[in-house]
């Protein structure tokens, strides 16, 4: 079974705003600051709650098959809505 990537799995969010200079200048928290709030703007962007909530489940490492017992949904509709998702915001 495959896992749902972290939201920030790309390059460094933080190369966008140190232009090419040395990246110890930022601010050390400045990129878990980022990371977190494109976690969070990813997860607000989902209108169901039980497709959210069991998305912020599996973001946090628990498998499709807890995350859709917790929330009434098989181990294959969460993977097939956060796939979808994925997809969406690629």
């Known amino acids: 079974m495959q896992r749902w990537d972290q939201v920030h799995?790309?390059?460094?969010p933080i190369e966008d705003f140190t232009e090419g200079q040395d990246e110890r200048w930022a601010d050390p928290t400045g990129e878990t600051a980022v990371k977190t709030n494109i976690a969070t703007e990813t997860l607000n962007s989902i209108s169901d709650p039980r497709t959210r909530h069991a998305a912020h489940m599996v973001m946090l490492g628990t498998t499709f098959a807890e995350a859709g017992k917790a929330v009434g949904l098989s181990a294959?509709?969460?993977?097939?809505?956060?796939?979808?998702i994925r997809k969406r915001s690629q």
């Open 76 to 84: 294959a509709a969460v993977e097939g809505r956060l796939y979808r």
């Open 9 to 12: 799995d790309k390059e460094s």
